[in-house]
């Protein structure tokens, strides 16, 4: 296969924290098509807010993250 489009999947999430409670998050990709490699991993989690103001962000394969008091992420 020359080129297939990869796919990615987060596991890890779930779809309430409580308040600093910690979740670590995993990027799980596959790509069947031969040449590509993923070497650049990139978190962001934002407030649902109306600015989507950045409350944590990280790079890597996993990503661990703390819900701060108050807000929805």
């Known amino acids: 296969m020359a080129n297939a489009r990869p796919t990615a999947r987060i596991e890890g999430a779930r779809p309430t924290l409580v ?14 098509g031969v040449g590509d490699t993923f070497v650049n991993y990139a978190w962001l989690v934002t407030a649902n807010s109306p ?8 790079n890597g394969t996993t990503f661990d993250f703390s819900r701060p008091s108050g807000g929805i992420f």
């Open 19 to 32: 308040e600093r409670e910690v979740v670590t998050l995993s990027a799980l990709v596959t790509d069947p």
């Open 51 to 58: 600015d989507g103001t950045e409350v944590a962000s990280g």
